[in-house]
């Protein structure tokens, strides 16, 4: 019972730093419509940026999905939605888009970081002790 509300609250707390994180939304005009973006390209600092914010989110996924049996698979998607709801976002404003550019850069920081925190992380909490360490499993 514990794990569960554990993991619960590290979900409440990684959907309120969502919102946060991807504060920089720069749709100040009027919503409406659904808009593609085709004319940003595939490198810069936007893609960076957008790597460097999913990269936690990933990492946050994989720990809280490292019982599993695809600890990084599904901490890619969780780490994922946060891009994802600010891309649908910007496909809503009038002045921006969606740009699936950015969300490949969102998942590709998604995966990273939890395939680190796969790769490099061991917790484990027994009756009578507690283990922190550094690990490397094969499992995807």
């Known amino acids: 019972m514990a794990l569960v509300s554990n993991r619960g609250l590290c979900a409440a707390v990684f959907f309120m730093a969502s919102a946060a994180a991807h504060a920089g939304i720069d749709c100040s005009s009027s919503h409406g419509g659904f808009r593609f973006m085709t004319s940003d390209s595939w490198v810069g600092t936007d893609k960076l940026e957008h790597f460097g914010v999913s990269a936690p989110f990933g990492a946050l996924g994989g720990w809280l999905m490292r019982d599993t049996d695809h600890p990084v698979i599904y901490g890619t998607l969780i780490g994922t939605v ?10 809503t404003c009038r002045t921006d888009g969606f740009s699936y550019k950015d969300l490949f ?21 027994e009756p009578r002790s507690r283990t922190i360490g550094l690990q490397y499993d094969d499992a995807f």
């Open 82 to 91: 946060p891009g994802l709801a600010k891309e649908t976002l910007d496909g």
């Open 105 to 125: 850069a969102d998942a590709l920081g998604a995966l990273t970081g939890a395939w680190l925190a796969h790769w490099a992380l061991i917790y484990s909490r």
